[in-house]
């Protein structure tokens, strides 16, 4: 799609900044572009958007995609990348992000985005990074990063965490599914891996950040309120299990919470654009926000 020149964001209505460093340390894994809608305003609502690929793959050169979706509709669009596994991981990815949030705190008044309208969104490892993100800026947590992240007053008015993997832990879990092939099985396992290296010894209290589905269906208490959830997911999605679970889940919370399901739908189906139900998910995801 991106060879086509009808994709271009110039043809698109799209301004786009590439390449911009949240951190000064010359990591391209540390860069992130912006994406302004065509017409110019004196304030843009913001999506701070986090990329999916199994915490090993992608970045957001792969994910223009979603960020042109979102500017499109008028969204100030922040597309990030982060260090990826095997070689970084877990928490290399989670601080990245971190880092880059508070990047835009700092900066993206500058450029006119409004930081009282915020919205975090991303897809399957994409979603897990940003639930993890709110959970770590409301628990008591130890890590430096995480401390830093709380003392920040600016909060997320919605967040969008599609087609998510929530429990990157335990991926045992999904054989019981005889539905799903020995390769997607394999996959989801050396995801976690990866991620979760066994020669790292992670205590209980640090996989929270990598599990945040956990510390929902553990009805924890969170310093701050939740945000508005809006959360996608096709019904042949290798990785269903962990949005129902976080459905059940927020039943014991008060908030403005919606699971959309799109019937025999893959994983990430919506960024496959010529499809119908990619089309009524994006048409569903910026009802949800703008009604609110």
Not at 99 to 105: E, K, M, Q, S
Not at 269 to 279: R, T
């Amino acid at each position: 799609m991106r060879l086509n020149p009808a994709w271009a964001p110039k043809f698109n209505g799209i301004r786009r900044v590439k390449d911009i460093a949240y951190m000064s340390d010359g990591r391209p894994e540390h860069l992130l572009d912006l994406y302004f809608p065509e017409k110019e305003k004196d304030v843009y609502p913001v999506v701070f958007y986090v990329h999916g690929g199994g915490f090993r793959l992608f970045t957001k050169e792969t994910h223009w995609l979603m960020a042109q979706q979102f500017a499109a509709r008028g969204y100030l669009v922040v597309n990030i990348s982060y260090r990826l596994a095997p070689e970084h991981p877990f928490p290399a990815a989670l601080e990245d992000t971190a880092a880059a949030y508070l990047w835009l705190v700092k900066n993206i008044g500058f450029y006119g985005g409004d930081l009282e309208n915020i919205v975090w969104a991303g897809e399957s490892a994409g979603a897990n990074l940003i639930v993890a993100l709110f959970a770590a800026m409301a628990t008591e947590r130890p890590e430096a990063w995480a401390k830093v992240l709380q003392d920040c007053d600016v909060y997320p008015k919605a967040l969008v965490p599609a087609c998510g993997l929530f429990e990157v832990s335990h991926p045992e879990r999904f054989e019981r599914f005889e539905e799903l092939s020995f390769w997607l099985k394999y996959y989801i396992r050396d995801i976690s891996e990866a991620y979760l290296p066994v020669q790292e010894p992670y205590s209980e209290k640090e996989l929270q950040l990598a599990n945040p589905l956990t510390l929902f269906e553990n009805k924890a208490v969170f310093q701050r309120p939740l945000p508005r959830m809006f959360l996608p997911v096709g019904t042949s999605d290798p990785v269903l299990d962990d949005t129902q679970r976080l459905e059940k889940a927020l039943a014991h919370y008060e908030g403005d919470f919606l699971v959309r399901y799109y019937g025999g739908e893959p994983h990430v189906f919506h960024g496959m654009l010529w499809k119908e139900a990619a089309k009524a998910c994006w048409a569903d995801t910026f009802d949800f926000l703008e009604q609110r």
